[in-house]
C-alpha cells in the first residue's frame, strides 16, 4: 500500500529550484547555440528530449526506496567499471579523446555514470562497516582501490577532468565519514610527493593547460585562447549584461565549446553580474537544502549518499566556472543543468531522484 507519508514529505523546496535551474538553463542553453551552423534547433530539442527523459527518471528513482539500491551498488559500480573498459577498447574518439560508447545515434560517456556508482560504492561500504570513531589508513585502503581503479581508467582515456572530479568527490565522502588527522595528514603528504611523477604522466597539452593558467597571454591564440575569450565574455558582461541573444562573444563565435564547458561565460555577457548573481544563489541554495537533506537522514547510507551528490555537484560548479573566469585549468567539466550533453544531464536527474527519496523518507526512522 502506499504510504500518503511520502506525498506530504515531498521536498517542494528541493523540486523547484531544480525546475528553476533547468529552465534558466534550457534558455540560456537556446541562445548560446542559436549561431552553430545548422545544429542550433537540434542542439537545443536534444537538451529538451534529455531534461524530458532526466526528469522522467528522477520521478522513478524518488517514487523507489533508496536503500533498495544499497545491496545493488557492488553491482552498479562494476558495471560501471566494465563500461570504463569498453570504451578504451570500442570507444568513439573526439578531440584527441576517447570518451563516448556509441549505440547507434546515441552516445554515452561512461565516466559520467560511474560518478554516481562511486557515490553510491562508498556509502555501501561505510555503512557496512565497523569503525565507529574515525577511519584510520587501513580503513581507507579498500575504498581507496575503489576509486583509484576507475580513476585510472578515465586517465587512460585520456580525461583529466573526470578523474580529478571522482577523487575529489571520494575525498569529501571521506572526510565527512572521519578519517583520522595521521591518517589525513599522511594521505596529503603522499598527495605531494607524487605530484612531479603526476605531473610527468600528463599529457602534453594537459600540461600546457595548466601552464596557461598561469600565464594565459603567453599563447594568446592557442593555449590561452579559450580562458582569453571568456574573460572576455564574462568582463565584457558588466552589472547588467548585454540582454538576451546580445552577446557578442557567442553570438559571433569567438568563444569556442560556448554550449558546453563555457556555458556560464554566454550567461555572464548577456545578464552580467546580477544575472550571475542570481545563479550562483540559486545554486548555492540547492547544495545548503542537499546539505540539510544529509543532516536530517536518520540513516547512514542516505546521509552519505546525500554528502556524496552534494559534493559532486558543488565540485562540478567550482571548477566549471573557476575555468570560465581563468582561475583553474581548463578540463572540461560540465555546469550541472546547464551544459548540453545527455549524459551529464541524466546521471544529474538521477542523483536529484535519490536526493528527493532520501529527503522524502526522513519520517521512516
Known sequence: MFD?????????????????????????????????????KAIYIKQMQWLSLGAFLMTIIFMVDYRKFEQYAYFLYAFG????????????????????LAFGSIRVQPSEPMKLAIILALAKYFHNDSVVDSYGLRDLIVPILMVGLPVLLIL?????????????????????VKISLKSFLAIVISGLITTPFAWMALHSYQRQRILTLFSPGSDPSGAGYHINQSKIAVGSGAFFGKGFMQGT??????????????????????????????????????????????????????????????????WQIVINIGMVIGVMPVVGITLPLFSYGGSSLLITFLAFGFMLSISMRKFLF
Open 81 to 100: 567499471i566494465l563500461l570504463l573498459i569498453l570504451v578504451l577498447i570500442f570507444g568513439k574518439s573526439a578531440g584527441g579523446s576517447q570518451r563516448w
Open 4 to 40: 500518503r507519508r511520502l506525498i506530504l514529505n515531498f521536498d517542494w523546496v528541493y523540486f523547484f529550484l531544480i525546475v528553476i535551474l533547468a529552465s534558466i538553463g534550457l534558455t540560456n542553453l537556446y541562445s548560446a547555440s542559436f549561431t552553430i551552423e545548422s545544429a542550433s
Open 249 to 314: 562573444q557567442s553570438q559571433l563565435r569567438f568563444l569556442p565549446e560556448h554550449h558546453t564547458d563555457f556555458i556560464f561565460s554566454v550567461l555572464a555577457e548577456e545578464w552580467g553580474f546580477f544575472g550571475c548573481f542570481i545563479i550562483l544563489l540559486l545554486f548555492l541554495s540547492l547544495l545548503l537544502w542537499g546539505i540539510k537533506i544529509s543532516s536530517h537522514s536518520k540513516e547512514k547510507f542516505g546521509a552519505i549518499v546525500a554528502v556524496g551528490i552534494t559534493a559532486m555537484l558543488f
Open 156 to 176: 587512460k582515456e585520456p580525461d583529466l577532468g573526470s578523474a580529478l572530479l571522482l577523487v575529489i568527490i571520494a575525498a569529501s565522502i571521506m572526510l565527512f
